[in-house]
């Protein structure tokens, strides 16, 4: 079976809800403490044996180049201040992976994101990984869990989560039967439905495995929710000539596409961090007496 060694990252989206400040940041170049959510979710990809990150990017989000570039200038002056230690891990950034960057010319969904990489995927499987979720697990990375199943049963693998019947319409959802601990055989995928609509309660997040094949279903995809050519809807069209896998991804996940999990994100991060844990907690607590004596 063919090693999974290309992943595609899609970050062209505008970000319109961190407006303002995504007017001139990419959303993915936010910050968690002092590293960009893009970096963690590289890291993810790395961790599981992924050796090129194909970023679709637009005019917009140069600074993400930028970011897994060398920076001499910068290290000069390190150099001079003798911070030998700081140059080596800005360096490891650059050298985590090879990058490559596609523009995306048109906006014209996720799904259309995707098949912009066919030609350097070219014919092999390969992850996607969205740019605004983040999952925390130390031992066994996300994408690692559906890279794992690819190798079980080489189709493709669509990372899943159970979700509040409240929330469907916020995911694109899949039923299927259960063919073994977690892993579920796909048999409908319905993007973004209402509550009535869905068939389950078992929501897409952004990781996948994809075999080749899913390009030929992608430019056969019509325009769907939102005007847009969404992944999911591929999907559904690939499901027709080959099998694929639906797996529930253990860890945390964290939807950094939105306010209040970006904030969630950098609480749960900085009580990890050993530099500013104590003091964050202390400052924590301290509003906490404040809201509850207010
Ligand atoms: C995208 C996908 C959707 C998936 C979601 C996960 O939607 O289209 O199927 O459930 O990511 O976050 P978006 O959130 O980009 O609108």
């Known amino acids: 079976m063919r090693k999974v060694r290309k992943a595609v990252i899609p970050v062209a989206g505008f970000g319109t809800r961190f407006l303002p400040a995504t007017k001139s940041t990419p959303k993915e170049m936010m910050p968690l403490i002092d590293k960009p959510i893009i970096h963690y979710i590289v890291e993810e990809a790395v961790k599981s044996g992924i050796e090129t990150v194909i970023f679709i990017t ?132 319905i993007e973004k439905p209402s509550v009535e609509e869905a068939p389950s309660t078992t929501a897409i997040i952004g990781r996948y495995v994809l075999t080749p094949d899913v390009f030929e279903a992608l430019k056969n995809t019509p325009i769907g929710k939102g005007g847009e050519i969404q992944l999911t809807d591929g999907l559904s069209i690939l499901r027709q000539k080959e099998v694929i896998y639906a797996k529930d991804i253990e860890g945390l996940r964290h939807d950094t596409g939105n306010k209040i999990g970006y904030l969630e994100a950098i609480m749960d991060f900085a009580l990890e961090r050993e530099d500013v844990k104590n003091e964050f907690i202390k400052i924590m607590m301290q509003k906490c007496r404040e809201i509850e004596q207010s």
């Open 58 to 189: 637009g005019r917009h989000k140069r600074a993400i180049e930028d970011y897994f570039d060398y920076y001499p200038e910068l290290e000069q002056i390190l150099e001079k201040g003798g911070k030998e230690k700081e140059i080596e891990k800005l360096r490891e950034i650059s050298n985590m992976a090879e990058f490559v960057y596609i523009r995306q010319k048109e906006q014209l969904g996720l799904g259309h994101a995707v098949l912009t990489a066919e030609r350097v995927v070219g014919d092999e499987p390969f992850a996607v990984l969205l740019g605004d979720e983040i999952i925390k697990n130390e031992t066994n990375p996300g994408i690692k869990q559906l890279i794992d199943v690819y190798y079980k049963f080489g189709k493709s693998v669509i990372g899943t989560m159970e979700v509040s019947k409240e929330d469907v319409s916020k995911y694109g959802i899949v039923d299927g039967k259960e063919v073994v601990d977690g892993i579920k055989l796909v048999d409908k995928l």
